[in-house]
Every structure is written in C-alpha cells, then in structure tokens.
C-alpha cells in the first residue's frame, strides 16, 4: 500500500544517510590523523583511535543487519565523533606547534561539525538525542568562554548562544513534525490493513453462511422425516456459524398472546422442555415482536425490549446478548 511504501522509502532514506555519515566520519578522521599526526599529543593520537575504533564497530554493526542496527550504529558514530571533539578541544593547548593554528577557527569548525551530527541525531535517534548532544553543546560553548576565555568566543558568546539555542529549537520543532507525520502514516497503514482484514472476513463468513444455506436446502431427508430433525439441524447451523453456544426457536401463537419453544440447541447440556411466554407478561418484548423486523439487544438485561427478561431468563440462564 502507498503509505507502507512511503514508510519504507523513510526508513531507507536514514538508514543511507546513517551509512554515509558513518563512512565520511571515518574518513574524515583517518585523513585528519594523516594531516595533523605531527603535532598529536599521545593523549590526542589515542582519542582518534578510540573513534575510529568505535566507528568501525558501528560499520560492522550497520553491514550485519542494517534493519536491526543501523539506529544504533549511529548513536554509536555521533557520541564518538562528539566526545572525540570535546576532548580536543579540552586537551588542544598540548598539540605542538600549537601557537601556529588559530583556537577560535578549530573550535569554530567543530561546533559547526557538532551542529551538523546533532541535526542527524534528531533525524534518526529522536529528539531526547537532538537535547543530550544540545547540552553537550552548549556545554562546550560555556568552556571555551568561562574556561578558555579565548578571547573570540567571549566577544561572540551571544551570537553562538543565540543562533545555537534558535537552531535547535526549529530542529527540535522540525524532527518532531516529521516523527508525528511518520506516526501518521504508520497508524493510517494500520488502519487500512485491518479494514481491509476485517472485509475478508466478512466475505469469508458471508461465504461460510451461504454454504450453510445451501447445505440445509439440499438435505431433502430433514423435510420428509420431521419437523423435530429440521429444527436441530437449524439450530446447530446457527450456533455454528454465529459463534453462539445457544439457539432456540419459538413460535407465536395465532393470537399473538404468547410464545412457546419448540427446540433448545445448547452446547452445554440443557433442559428442552416446553416454555411459553405470556404477552401480559412482557409487554415490550411482544410489541417489538410485531414491530420490528428483528431484535439486537447486545446487553439483554438492560435492553428496553428484552430487560423484561432479566430476573426470570436472563439471569438464571446466564445469557447476556440476544438476538430474535
């Protein structure tokens, strides 16, 4: 159906983009430690190599079973590649050589490359994520303004704050948009499997009825036998087709002041004698009776033209539904 295809054509799309971001990160890191490995400290050299390692653990993750793992796989990349950016950031004054770079353009690119990973997480590992790494954010900001107080980031902390806050805020609004959109589309898809289930069977028991019909009109023997025989056969047939566990017939007499059994059919054992109803007796029920082409009472004892029944029937009888 169109929304299940809708839905899947979704979840492919992230997981590519989850494949991708993966791969680009580790290459983006290997190519980083071949440029920069001069100056690494040891502390430095072995941060790389921990996201690395972590990343090529989501990759195997991802290539054993990209439906089950691809979310995790993610999560696993973005909080390596994250913590990966905020040690450096802490440990940046041991580089060597490290009056030759400008602090505030390093520091500047990876809270670009945080944003980036942060708007991805939100796509594919939900808004709690899109906050978690928010935090960690911004709490980077703050160390490089109160901690650092590099003097770039002092003069600009308004400006980062501002359009972080502002960033995360429309991502948050964006993400949670698309998930309910998505939901939607999952519920509506729902829906239509289910309507459709419930129309197959009620074809396949419209079908089942009809056999049942036909059956009972072809089994010339229950006409020529007796009345008794066609009257068990009816009642069975009823009671099967209607998943009820109890079947009666009744005639009403040419006055129309009463109504007697002439055949109980009951799963468990019952009593088949002879019962009559008086119309004095239930008013309502008889006038529905002359009234109406049928009667559905779902709860019988509450039901205006069948509660008359209640203390005398139904209770006793244990029968909560009826239908005449």
Not at 153 to 161: D, G, H, P, Q, R
Not at 302 to 313: L, V
Request: glycine residues 4%.
């Amino acid at each position: 159906m169109f929304n299940q295809k809708v839905h899947l054509k979704y979840v492919k799309g992230k997981q590519i983009i989850c494949l991708s971001a993966i791969l680009l990160s580790v290459l983006g890191f290997i190519l980083d430690a071949i440029t920069y490995h001069s100056i690494y400290s040891d502390t430095q050299i072995w941060v790389q190599s921990t996201t690395v390692f972590l990343c090529a653990i989501a990759i195997l993750l991802f290539v054993r079973d990209k439906n089950k793992y691809y979310v995790f796989s993610f999560g696993l990349m973005s909080y390596a590649v994250i913590f990966n950016i905020v040690v450096t950031a802490t440990i940046i004054h041991t580089f060597i050589s490290f009056a030759k770079f400008s602090l505030a353009n390093i520091l500047s690119r990876d809270i670009f490359f945080i944003i980036v990973y942060i708007f991805l997480s939100g796509f594919i590992l939900g808004r709690k994520h899109l906050i978690a790494q928010g935090g960690i954010l911004l709490g980077l900001i703050l160390y490089f303004v109160f901690i650092l107080k590099d003097e770039f980031f002092v003069n600009n902390a308004a400006i980062y704050m501002v359009a972080m806050l502002g960033s995360l805020g429309v991502l948050y609004f964006f993400v949670g948009t698309l998930d309910h959109l998505i939901k939607d589309l999952e519920e509506s898809n729902t829906q239509a499997i289910r309507l459709k289930e419930v129309e197959t069977g009620k074809n396949k028991n419209l079908l089942k009825y009809q056999n049942s019909l036909l059956d009972l009109t072809k089994d010339e023997s229950i006409f020529k036998v007796d009345v008794e025989k066609l009257f068990r056969r009816i009642c069975a047939t009823a009671a099967e087709n209607l998943l009820t566990n109890r079947v009666s017939i009744w005639k009403l007499e040419v006055d129309n002041s009463r109504i007697v059994r002439k055949h109980l059919y009951e799963l468990a054992s019952g009593n088949d004698d002879q019962v009559i109803l008086e119309r004095k007796d239930f008013p309502a029920y008889f006038k529905a009776l002359e009234e109406q082409p049928f009667i559905l009472a779902k709860d019988a004892c509450e039901h205006p033209e069948t509660k008359e029944f209640r203390d005398i029937y139904l209770k006793p009888l244990a029968i909560f539904s009826m239908l005449d």
